[in-house]
Nanobody
Framework: VQLQASGGGLVQAGGSLRLSCAAS????????MGWFRQAPGKEREFVAG????????YYADSARGRFTISRDNAKNTVYLQMNSLKPEDTAVYYC?????????????????WGQGTLVTVSS
């Protein structure tokens, strides 16, 4: 499966963005999906993950209550709605797909990755 992330940009603190991850080549409903991010000079970190149906979701503490992962399997797309953005959310955001993951938050378990989309939050 090929993943294409989009929707990043420059936003002021307190603002919102919605990231999209469009899949091609395979049906997205076959995969567990995750969003990760990597800030300059830092390691890639988990943000949010969702089950194949989208019913089960899991968030990093930094994202819980502000971010929402969702999917539209009919459109083969996963979304990350980000509200109340903070300057520390600035990073390149990546979507990833996995056949199965016992742990949403472990990037080593994901099989496919998108190219990343840059989110910059100004103070």
């Amino acid at each position: 499966v090929q993943l294409q992330a989009s929707g990043g940009g420059l936003v002021q603190a307190g603002g919102s963005l919605r990231l999209s991850c469009a899949a091609s080549g395979r049906t997205l409903s076959s995969y567990v999906m995750g969003w990760f991010r990597q800030a300059p000079g830092k390691e890639r970190e988990f943000v949010a993950g969702g089950s194949r149906s989208g019913v089960i979701t899991y968030y990093a503490d930094s994202a819980r209550g502000r971010f929402t992962i969702s999917r539209d399997n009919a459109k083969n797309t996963v979304y990350l709605q980000m509200n109340s953005l903070k300057p520390e959310d600035t990073a390149v955001y990546y979507c990833a797909a996995a056949v199965r993951v016992p742990s949403f938050s472990d990037p080593r378990l994901y099989d496919y990755w998108g190219q990343g989309t840059l989110v910059t939050v100004s103070s």
